[in-house]
């Protein structure tokens, strides 16, 4: 989860354009992932989407237009099915029924006192604009059916990457997390964890009665370690030396690992390196995005 974490930070920091891929929509208090921003993270984790229903509603005499998408995000290499989302769209949608126009504009058949209005502030001082019905609904069509895909899209994006957290920050809170260098935020995080291992030490020192040195001893560097063995077991089956072995701590583990078994002190750091030496075997394994393993609808 760090890593993946990390790996996004540096992402946005990196790739991510605001204004573009990402920014605050006129009206809203939150920051919003646009359609861009989410073909980048799809891209930056393997995914895809493919259209798995698509309904329609539609009257020629009305100008009524309604849409619907459910879509299916897969992961390319695999084909496994991530998440499933959906976005719908219609004419009957404010910003598509109606349109805003100067008191000018205002159509003979309508009654200027009906209708609703909103004054505003330009060169020339206060004016009124009018929201008067749009009479040409169907031009609007087009528009509607990009835009429920392109809620369905962004929405699935964010639950399969799991990054709706970052676009419920404050606009500030948002600029901070892209403005961040992802070494700076490991530091922060470094800086938590070493406390938090402190007192865990020192509680569990409390608790049987010894010291925190002990309890240290006990959770740590021991010869009988499960975890150390299972790394160095993973060291010899994937032919690694010792400085392979450091430089690959180091990335696990976020911090700069010189001498493995003198530098790494706790069995849970232990299962950390050994996890990612798995999961790194795993992807070399993979082999990479192979058209042939995708299903057969596609």
Known sequence: MKQKYDAVQEF???????????????GTQKPSLYKPGAEKLCELYGFAAIVKEKIEERSFETGFY??????????????????????????????????????N?????????????????GQYGAYK??????????????????????RAYVGLTLQCTRSSGIFTQDEAEMDDYAD???????QQRGGRAANANSGRYQGGGQKSGGT????????????GSAQKNRVLALMKQQELDWNSL?????I??????????????????????????????????????????????L
């Open 12 to 26: 946005f920091k990196e790739v991510m354009v605001k204004d573009e891929d990402f920014g605050v929509i006129p």
């Open 66 to 103: 309604r849409v619907s998408f459910t879509l299916q995000m897969i992961h390319r290499s695999s084909g496994v099915i991530i998440g499933e989302g959906v976005g719908e769209c219609s004419t009957n949608e404010s910003k598509y029924m109606y349109r805003w126009v100067s008191e």
């Open 105 to 121: 504009k205002i159509p003979r058949l309508l009654n200027k006192d009906e209708l609703l209005f909103e004054e505003k502030e």
């Open 129 to 150: 604009s009018f929201r008067i019905p749009n009479e040409d609904l169907y031009s609007q069509w087009n528009t509607i059916l990009k835009m429920a895909y392109k």
């Open 180 to 186: 961040v260098a992802p070494e700076d935020r490991k």
């Open 212 to 223: 925190s040195g002990g309890s240290r001893s006990a959770g740590g560097q021991s010869g």
């Open 246 to 250: 450091a430089d690959t701590a180091s």
């Open 252 to 297: 696990a583990l976020g911090r700069q690992i010189k001498k493995v078994i003198s530098d790494i002190q706790t069995e849970a750091d232990w299962k950390i390196v050994g996890d990612f030496l798995e999961m790194e075997a795993s992807t070399q394994q993979d082999g990479g995005f192979d058209p042939a393993d995708l299903p057969e609808d």
